[in-house]
């Protein structure tokens, strides 16, 4: 198997990372590539230890997941380190168990094929060009370096090689696809009615004594929504914002134009001869100045490229890479790099890729506006950096004072801040400070509902904060009949005129069973019937519902018919008569729907066999959880 596994390696890494459009950010573990600890492992993976910091890394990232997704809304119980520590260890673990079965496969990613990769995501792209600016802003945001964010890279790379190889060993028979055929392309002859709840409601009647009776079985369906009113203090850091002298705009506008001066862009191309593969460093060292001869002789670098260049991602595109600020390549091809003038191609350059040769293709500086077009930001940006300082220390001396007051009435005095005040507010509301999930679960949390606390200081936003007193609460209370009668009755009667609807349906069922046809039944109990012929699975002129149960229904013997009654949530019923069914013949479908059938088939084969493959790594692998 692992044989198999390497041969395919070799045929599938250039998909699997063409293929690649984004990668999962939150990959675990990665720190235990760079140094290890003398703390007791979290985990040991056939002799590899997963750190403990490894685990805590996975329990934070998992914890910006969820809030990433589901902002306020998140359960806090969601983001306890105990329930997430489990699953996030059984992660470490799986990747761990993958990322060695890659290495025992020899499975590579290379510096140019992971170059290649990050050139070509979207995430680092501006104007469909790689955007070297881009890459470090998307990196500082995850709190990346880009040494841990390549080898991130590079792993989830392997564990993708590894899933691809081996599920490209999977395949569909012809006859798995004649089984799939039959089924997915039945069709079924049939004749269908509806008998609708809503004719039926003004045919029944409640009394009086109904009413109470469900009135008090459902009483829990007629009960107001408690309600909470609070006052609360706010902090902006727009209120900390103070007017900026003109002389420091012009400073900062100059320190920003120097920088911006010093920001250079260089656009690289390259030919990549690999090293191996029976080509010794000396081999390429050769080939590689050959091709440098023919290129100081008059000879195109791109169309050379194309022709010899090894880094297949590039190769196509007459060896661009695209920009760098200085940081995207290996050192000994940045610093190559750096000291070509434009359109001059370097001498040849090892690095753990091979050997390249690099041409400087153009060299860009970023624009910058003129000081009276960015005066408005940068005085945004001033104002904010000195706002910031004085807005932290504010929030603090708020949590201080809040913490141990009765009321918010000394803490607003203290701060000279205003008390303000809410309406009686709803927790199904979302108006003002509801629609902050945070400050809805504060105001109605027993702590101030019930003990009369202030709320912690929430963060709305890194601007915005708040503080809440409660000051009344109103739990939910059963509405009286009188109030809710109206609703009492529209409830009553639909439940009557679904139980007549049920009743007729059956009725007319039964009467197809002994033979009546779908037509006089129809007209008998003034109804609309319709007959459907070589209806299909997908047949979206028909609802949902009614294919679901006409596919479930048994196959009738020859000449005869079965017979279906079925509800639906509003209350109507499908009275239907199946008279044939019909299996599905790969003669009469388009060969790309065959097509399409046995991509699909290929897809979920390849993942159980994935599946199948990994539970046998876990079955054999020696894992100790400390």
């Known amino acids: 198997m692992l044989q198999n596994i390497r041969d ?35 985990a040991v993976v056939n002799g590899e230890d997963i750190s403990e910091q490894s685990l805590l890394q996975a329990v934070a990232l998992q914890k910006r997941r969820l809030i990433g997704m589901m902002g306020d809304s998140v359960d806090p119980a969601m983001l306890d380190d105990s329930v997430l520590r489990g699953p996030a260890l059984n992660t470490l673990i799986k990747q761990q ?26 995430q680092f792209q501006e104007d469909g060009r790689f955007s070297q600016q881009r890459y ?35 395949f569909v028979t012809d006859a798995q696809l004649n089984n799939y055929i039959q089924v997915a392309f039945e069709e079924r002859d049939y004749h269908y009615l509806t008998v609708k709840a809503d004719d039926f409601v003004d045919t029944v009647s409640v009394s009086e004594e109904e009413i109470e009776a469900y009135y008090q079985q459902n009483s829990a369906d007629y009960v107001s929504e408690e309600q909470v009113r609070f006052s609360y203090l706010e902090l902006n850091q727009e209120d900390f ?44 060292l050769k080939s590689a100045e050959e091709i440098r001869q023919r290129v100081a002789a008059g000879e195109d670098f ?32 940045e610093a190559a790099l750096a000291v070509l003038e434009e359109g001059e191609v370097s001498a040849p350059v090892e690095t753990e890729s091979g050997v390249h040769l690099i041409k400087l293709l153009s060299v860009r500086q970023p624009e910058m506006a003129s000081f009276e077009e960015m005066k408005p930001e940068l005085t945004e940006q001033l104002q904010q950096q000195q706002a910031k300082p004085r807005f932290v220390a504010a ?71 708040v503080v809440l007193h409660v000051e009344e609460y109103k739990a939910p209370t059963p509405k009286p009949l009188e109030q809710v009668r109206d609703s009492v009755v529209t409830a009553l009667k639909a439940q009557k005129a679904s139980q007549a609807a049920a009743e007729r349906a059956e009725s007319i069922a039964n009467a197809l069973r002994e033979g009546s046809t779908m037509e006089s039944l129809a007209k008998q109990n003034e109804l609309e019937w319709d007959a459907v012929v070589a209806g299909t699975r997908n047949d979206l002129a028909v609802e949902a519902p009614l294919r679901q149960q006409v596919f479930a229904m048994p196959k009738p013997e020859a000449g005869s018919n079965t017979v279906s009654v079925t509800q639906t949530d ?36 390849a993942s159980e066999d994935f599946a199948h493959y990994f539970n046998v790594l876990w079955q054999n692998a020696d894992i100790k959880i400390n």
């Open 395 to 465: 929030v603090e001396d708020l949590r201080d004072l809040v913490f141990n007051a009765e009321d918010l009435t000394l803490p607003a005095e203290e701060m000279e801040l205003n008390v303000a005040r809410s309406e009686l507010l709803e927790r199904s509301s979302n108006e003002g400070l509801f629609q902050y999930e945070a400050v809805k679960r504060a105001a109605f949390s027993e702590s101030l509902r019930e003990a009369g606390h202030n709320s912690e200081v929430i963060e709305l936003t890194p601007e915005r904060y």
């Open 97 to 122: 168990l993958l990322l060695q079965t890659a290495d025992d496969a020899n499975a590579v990613i290379s510096d140019a094929q992971l170059n290649r990769v990050i050139v070509g995501m979207p």
């Open 241 to 284: 914002y103070q007017a900026v002298d003109e002389s420091a705009l012009q400073r900062e506008y100059e320190r920003l134009l120097a920088a911006s001066e010093e920001d250079v862009q260089r656009e690289a191309a390259h030919i990549l001869i690999e090293i191996g593969g029976g080509e010794s460093r000396q081999d390429a």
């Open 8 to 42: 395919n390696i070799q045929g599938t890494a250039a998909k699997v990372i063409i293929g690649i459009i984004v990668i999962p950010f939150a990959f675990f573990g990665v720190d235990s590539l760079f140094s290890g600890s003398g703390q007791t492992p979290a």
């Open 570 to 605: 509003e209350g109507n019923h499908y009275v239907v008569s199946l008279l044939a069914v019909r299996a599905g013949q790969p003669n009469s479908v388009s060969q790309e729907q065959i097509a399409q059938a046995r991509q699909g088939l290929q897809r979920r084969q």
């Open 136 to 170: 470090q802003q998307v990196l500082r945001l995850q709190g990346y370096s880009s040494q841990f964010f390549k080898e991130l890279l590079r792993s989830d790379l392997l564990i993708q090689q590894l899933s691809a190889a081996i599920s490209s060993s999977s």
């Open 302 to 333: 791109a169309e050379l490229a194309k022709q010899y260049s090894d880094d297949i991602g590039s190769a196509g595109d007459g060896g661009r890479l695209g920009f760098t600020s200085g940081d995207s390549f290996p050192t000994e091809f």
